[in-house]
Nanobody
Framework: QVQLVESGGGLVQPGDSLRLSCTASGSAFSNYRTAWFRQVPGKDREFVAIISGSGASTFTSGSVKGRFTASRDNAKNTVYLRMNSLRPEDTAVYYC???????????????????????WGQGTQVTVSA
């Protein structure tokens, strides 16, 4: 099992950058594929990005592709989400989620389904506003 803690959220202006961190404790984090989701009130949790256990493979949602990048440092038990060119519509609570199994599922539907992940952090608020 792993316990996940997100950090790095905050209030930024449109066009700014931010880097979120998801730090794990417990089992070897490199054995877990890890994803980022976001959620706004009244809406379903939205998939943002996923990274394999080794960090060699990533997949990013089309809505943030080219602006957001997932990476990881397994020596620090941490996964990152680098967010560039932030927009007001990126405002949300951002969650990291992990599932045992280092390889990315071949199905994009499985990657983006919150039910595919057993372990979740508490979330960190990102607000993009002028």
């Amino acid at each position: 099992q792993v316990q996940l803690v997100e950090s790095g959220g905050g209030l930024v202006q449109p066009g700014d950058s931010l880097r979120l961190s998801c730090t794990a404790s417990g089992s070897a984090f490199s054995n877990y594929r890890t994803a980022w989701f976001r959620q706004v009130p009244g809406k379903d949790r939205e998939f943002v990005a996923i990274i394999s256990g080794s960090g060699a493979s990533t997949f990013t949602s089309g809505s943030v592709k080219g602006r957001f990048t997932a990476s990881r440092d397994n020596a620090k038990n941490t996964v990152y989400l680098r967010m560039n060119s932030l927009r007001p519509e990126d405002t949300a609570v951002y969650y990291c989620a992990a599932e045992l199994g280092a390889i990315l599922p071949p199905s994009s539907r499985a990657r983006g389904n919150p039910n595919s992940y057993h372990y979740w952090g508490q979330g960190t608020q990102v607000t993009v506003s002028a």
